[in-house]
């Protein structure tokens, strides 16, 4: 690789940032969702409270992703927020 960063947006606060500092949340081909690893339809998240939690009162995983997002997925995600 050239050593170039991969930028994505957060779906919440649409912040471009390079992609490893953001959690992802993937849609496989079979519908379920996964966290990190995958190929299908993802959703990038940056890894602080105000944006999961907005991303969940405002259902942004949900559009972006084009389906039900579970409270498993929202608990695992709140699971690997840095601790302040």
Partial sequence: MNGKPVLRRCVTCRE?????????????????LALDAGMGRSAYLCPRQDCLSEAKRRRKLQRALRCQVADSIYAALEGRLPKA
């Fill in 16 to 32: 471009l940032l390079d992609r490893q500092q953001l959690l992802r949340v993937i849609r496989l081909p079979d519908g379920s």
